[in-house]
């Protein structure tokens, strides 16, 4: 029975639970090897709610809805120009910082920030409309009941009483978050003590922080239950994972690291590989 279980983020609705496993074991058994920990293909289980964002009988390539500019909402206007603000900040040298013209979500706005990211080195080769649509996962997840409630129970589904780690990569820390909440307190969940998510968007204000179930009080978001380990780990370079350090909002027992995944800043696989990442698995399952 898994040990383990992992959630994915965002724009992985043409996969499902088996084909994330064999992405996401070998990575994740070479850094928990670095700990000195072996981890059997059978130890690791996949969470999958991606399939909650296929469109049914879609006949478009990829089964991605074609999406324009205009197709955005003003909360994902807003979104996409903290991710300009943020890539701008890494990478000075390619993609150029919003001046105060476009700074508010406005049409004009939206497709400036799409052509000017198309530059940057994150975001190199992703097609407008997967990037628009990965922008509507997020805003679909947190403000469509019956999505959000389907998304935590898938997570729920994949745990039994033997699992005692979850690892949750970018939106998927968002749906762990508040699967916490809301089944933590659950026999099947007596055993999790460890959470480890990695380029998380929890902390980014108003959008995602502020909008979370529990809402946080007084600016500090609610710890999840039973959880007695909780660490963050983020790229400098992840422009997703917006706020860096989680410690702030959520509580000084979080602890937050830093990892260097390259140019793939924000893929989950150099996360699942690093050393750190490693440590604090095997540190939950020891």
Known sequence: ???????????????????????????LRDGVRQSGVELDPQDLACAFYGGLYRPAGSVRAAGDPCYRPSDLSDDESELLLLLWQEA??????????????????????????????AHSRFFAGLAERAFIGA?????????????????????????????RVLVAHSLGSVVTYEALHQYGATPRWANIRTLVTLGSPLGIPNLIFHALDPEPQNGRGAWPGRIEHW???????????????LGPLFGDALVD???????????????LTAAETGRAIADGLR
């Open 231 to 245: 660490t963050n780990i983020s790229d400098d370079g992840d422009v997703v994972a917006l706020v860096k350090k």
């Open 88 to 117: 701008a900040r890494v990478e000075p040298e390619r993609v150029t910082a919003p001046d105060a013209k476009v700074r508010a979500a406005t049409p004009g706005s939206v497709q400036v920030a799409l052509r000017v990211l």
């Open 135 to 163: 922008l509507k996962q997020v805003r679909l997840y947190l403000k469509d009941p019956e999505i959000r409630v389907a998304a935590r129970a898938a997570v729920d589904a994949a745990v039994t009483e033997q699992t």
């Open 1 to 27: 029975m898994p040990t383990v279980v992992a959630v994915h983020g965002i724009a992985q609705q043409n996969k499902g639970p088996q084909v994330l496993a064999t992405e996401w074991g070998p990575a």
């Open 257 to 271: 690291m830093r990892v260097v995944n390259g140019a793939t800043a924000h893929d989950v696989m150099p996360y």
